[in-house]
Antibody, heavy 123, light 107 residues
Framework: EVQLLESGGGLVQPGGSLRLSCAVS????????MSWVRQAPGKGLEWVSV????????YYADSVKGRFTISRDNSRNTLYLQMNSLRAEDTAVYYC????????????????WGQGALVTVSS | EIVLTQSPATLSLSPGERVTLSCRAS??????LAWYQQKPGQPPRLLIF???NRATGIPARFSGSGSGTDFTLTISSLETEDFAVYYC?????????FGPGTKVDIK
């Protein structure tokens, strides 16, 4: 059974940092691109970042570029999101997701999602 | 950035009814479009990928169609567990984007 489990969410002050983790089991983690998608309270979905199977390719939304860093450790089957210079508008549930295909050319469809980690940025 | 528009914003329906949800892209996304279902407090669930292919375990009452800029998700006969928010999402160009969602609620 494929499982994705996020951790590391919490309350942080504006300007602060937080690192989210997503532990993945039940599949060959290194075969798939992975993503972070967020959802502000009561709002829609926003794709934050995606990373290729080996970690060599990444994309970021303009809203987080230069502040967030996506990475992965294939030996630990874990995806990360380092979030710096946090703002109130970053408050959201952050989901990690597994790409459906193991091919960067066709990246961008998530067939498994974690339950989400709530990040609240407030003083 | 490709903008996705969904209509209607809300639908109030009864179990057993047929549902047609629309998604329109601001430019062609070919067939690189997916549909997700989300219930309160849960993550999104992939229903349809590549515009018309059902994901693993998705019932046959869900179907998708379209290409280019106009897409449709159809639920042939609503079940009580289908009341949820439905999002379309394109993966033709980065940034990947979602539509604002259509809420299907009970009449």
């Amino acid at each position: 059974e494929v499982q994705l489990l996020e951790s590391g969410g919490g309350l942080v002050q504006p300007g602060g940092s937080l690192r989210l983790s997503c532990a993945v089991s039940g599949l060959t983690f290194s075969n798939y691109a992975m993503s972070w998608v967020r959802q502000a309270p009561g709002k829609g979905l926003e794709w934050v970042s995606v990373i290729g199977e080996s970690g060599g390719r990444t994309y970021y939304a303009d809203s987080v570029k230069g502040r967030f860093t996506i990475s992965r450790d294939n030996s630990r089957n874990t995806l990360y999101l380092q979030m710096n210079s946090l703002r109130a508008e970053d408050t959201a549930v952050y989901y990690c997701g597994k790409d459906r295909r193991g091919n960067w050319k066709y990246v961008g469809t998530l067939d498994y999602w974690g339950q989400g980690a709530l990040v609240t940025v407030s003083s | 950035e490709i903008v996705l528009t969904q209509s209607p914003a809300t639908l109030s329906l009864s179990p057993g009814e047929r549902v047609t949800l629309s998604c329109r892209a601001s430019q062609s996304v070919s067939s690189y479009l997916a549909w997700y279902q989300q219930k309160p407090g849960q993550p999104p669930r992939l229903l349809i990928f590549d515009a018309s292919n059902r994901a693993t375990g998705i019932p046959a009452r869900f179907s998708g169609s379209g290409s280019g800029t106009d897409f449709t998700l159809t639920i042939s006969s609503l079940e009580t567990e289908d009341f949820a928010v439905y999002y379309c999402q394109q993966c033709s160009n980065w940034p990947f984007t979602f539509g604002p969602g259509t809420k299907v609620d009970i009449k």
